[in-house]
């Protein structure tokens, strides 16, 4: 679909759509619970995912994907439950501004993981970077 860096661009998208999920969360979970938000938004995310897979050909028969293969998603599913969950609590009672940036933490998290677990290795500028990220993330957390 798109040439060059696509996977930027694939992230910024991301980005954007990650923005606006806090806002509408916040907004959505005012008048109701958290939990029962969560799992509304998930039906809508299944549904909206059947249909895109569906329409763009990209289903196949999930019986013959491997064992090791349904391990990891089961556990990326699990994780990314629970992490919904954590996430809409805290939209709940904190501020969104608030919220999705000590959220954005995982990006730390990630660089670390990645580098224990999948041998990436990212160099001392993005360490750097990943440093500021932290920072940011401290100094909108705590405040005097």
Same mark, same amino acid.
């Given at each position: ?32 619970? $958290?939990? /029962? +938000? !969560? ?9 909206? @995912?059947?249909?895109?897979? *569906? %329409? ?19 556990? $990326?599913? /699990? +994780? !990314? ?9 805290? @939209?709940?009672?904190?501020? *969104? %501004? ?47």
């Amino acid at each position: 679909m798109f040439t060059g860096n696509s996977w930027l661009i694939w992230a910024l998208l991301s980005a954007f759509f990650a923005a606006m999920t806090a806002i509408f969360a916040k907004i959505g979970v005012q008048n109701v619970d $958290s939990d /029962l +938000a !969560t799992l509304i938004r998930t039906f809508i995310i299944i549904a909206v @995912l059947s249909l895109f897979v *569906a %329409f763009t050909g990209k289903w196949r028969n999930p019986l013959e994907i491997s064992g090791r293969t349904w391990l990891f998603l089961l556990l $990326s599913g /699990l +994780a !990314t439950g629970a992490s919904w969950v954590c996430y809409f609590r805290a @939209l709940k009672v904190g501020e *969104a %501004f608030k919220v999705a940036p000590i959220d954005k933490l995982s990006l730390v998290m990630v660089a670390i993981f990645a580098t224990l677990f999948l041998g990436e290795r990212p160099n001392l500028r993005e360490w750097a970077g990943l440093g500021l990220v932290a920072a940011g993330v401290v100094l909108i957390a705590f405040r005097r």
